[in-house]
């Protein structure tokens, strides 16, 4: 049974980094995507970024260009480092993991019912 887990995160201030790391065992899939997404309170569900078994890349355009995911040497590692970080990226951040085919944030999105998710990690931006 595949399991996901998620953790690395924490409270800084505007303008600065988090490293969030995800570690997925028991994954089955020929192909499949890892990503990530947050939910901030009373907003929807929103994907951040996503990475498939194609090592093929995307983000969300509200992180584009301060949020690099990638992978671990152990590719069931997936990590999204986090910078210059905003008020509004304040959110629970849960590492998700859609198999069935490749593809990006917006697979991750209109798939997520599908997927199996990590217990969430906290993320705070103060000013």
């Not at 152990?74 to 490749?102: I, Q």
């Not at 209109?110 to 931006?125: K, L, P, R």
Request: aromatic share 10%.
């Amino acid at each position: 049974q595949m399991q996901v887990a998620d953790f690395g995160g924490g409270s800084v201030q505007v303008g600065g980094s988090l490293r969030l790391s995800c570690v997925v065992s028991g994954i089955t899939y020929d192909d499949y995507i890892i990503g990530w997404m947050r939910q901030a309170p009373e907003k929807d569900r929103a994907g951040v970024a996503a990475i498939d078994n194609y090592d093929a890349i995307t983000y969300a355009d509200a992180v584009q260009g301060r949020f690099t995911i990638s992978k671990g040497t152990d590719k069931n590692t997936v990590h999204l480092e986090m910078n210059n970080l905003k008020l509004e990226d304040t959110a629970m951040y849960y590492c998700v993991v859609l198999g069935g085919a490749p593809g990006g944030v917006k697979r991750l999105v209109d798939f997520d019912e599908y997927a199996s998710w990590g217990q969430g990690t906290q993320v705070t931006v103060s000013s």
